[in-house]
């Protein structure tokens, strides 16, 4: 199990280990509480893969590989467009 709370200012890694940035947030299915989105403070160096929004990069829960001390995506998921 995994709380939101440790979410939080997490690093976000692509699988190949490219920096995509910070967690910042996570939007939510009140009516589920499925998690929809993960909304990434980008890092120093772009990530050409990634489109930003309003300054921040929102992918899908669907693409999250593995949580632990990082969060890890799924290279092949982001790079099909999700």
């Given at each position: ?13 692509l699988?190949?280990g ?6 910042y947030n ?22 050409p ?5 309003d300054?921040f990069?929102?992918?899908?829960f669907e ?6 001390d990082y969060v890890?995506l799924?290279k092949?998921?982001?790079?099909r467009?999700?």
């Amino acid at each position: 199990m995994v709380f939101a709370k440790s979410l939080a200012k997490k690093m976000v890694l692509l699988s190949d280990g490219t920096v995509v940035g910070t967690l910042y947030n996570v939007t939510v299915d009140l009516k589920t509480g499925s998690l929809l989105d993960l909304i990434i403070k980008p890092g120093q160096n772009p990530v050409p893969e990634l489109e930003k929004q309003d300054g921040f990069y929102i992918v899908p829960f669907e693409t999250v590989k593995s949580i632990s001390d990082y969060v890890v995506l799924d290279k092949r998921k982001v790079l099909r467009g999700y």
